[in-house]
Each structure stands twice: as C-alpha cells, then as structure tokens.
C-alpha cells in the first residue's frame, strides 16, 4: 500500500511496518534548504529528483543544533526503544561547529 497526504508526505506499509516521505517540489526543496544555507543552486531537477548545490551554512543557535542531532542521532526504533548511546558524537559535532564559527 502506499499513498500521498496533502501535505507531500508518502506513505507506505510493508511487512506491518510503516514509512513516511516527505517529497518536495522544487521550490519547497529550495525553501527548506534555504533554511540552513545562504546560496543554493539548482544543478537539474526532474520528476525523479532534484540535485542542489549548497554554500554557506548558516550558523544557528546551539539548541537548535542540540535538537536536530537528538532527532538524527537517537532515533527511537519499534517499541519505543532508543540507544541512547550517541552524545559523545554529538558533544564531538557541536564542538565542531563552535571552532567554525567561534
């Protein structure tokens, strides 16, 4: 089974599982990558996918670097079970940004 909401979100189900994927057009992909990025280019775009060159990452506060990297780093996998093992990575990253933009 798979289907779209009105929101560009596909979702399927496979083997009692189910997945969710946001599909963009291309000026919401601009938008959402501008977001984070002072220039983006557009290297091609088709109905299979849009490639996008990006420079100049925005610096963002340290709590919004904190969120993103619990949401990326701990993922909760079926049974609301975390690893919970993932802040030293993310303690290395923000570090990381700090020494890039002081």
Excluded at 11 to 33: D, M
Excluded at 38 to 63: G, M
Excluded at 65 to 89: F, Q, T, V
Aim: aromatic content about 16%.
């Amino acid at each position: 089974m798979y289907c779209f909401d009105d929101k560009n979100y596909a979702f399927s189900i496979n083997g009692g599982i189910v997945f969710k994927q946001k599909f963009h057009t291309k000026e919401s992909y601009i938008a959402l990558l501008e977001k984070y990025f002072k220039e983006v280019d557009v290297l091609s775009c088709n109905s299979n996918y849009i490639y996008c060159a990006c420079r100049t990452p925005k610096q963002l506060s340290s709590e919004k670097y904190e969120y993103y990297l619990e949401k990326e780093l701990n993922i909760e996998y079926p049974n609301n079970y975390k690893h919970n093992k993932h802040r030293g990575l993310m303690s290395a990253l923000i570090e990381k940004v700090a020494d890039r933009y002081g």
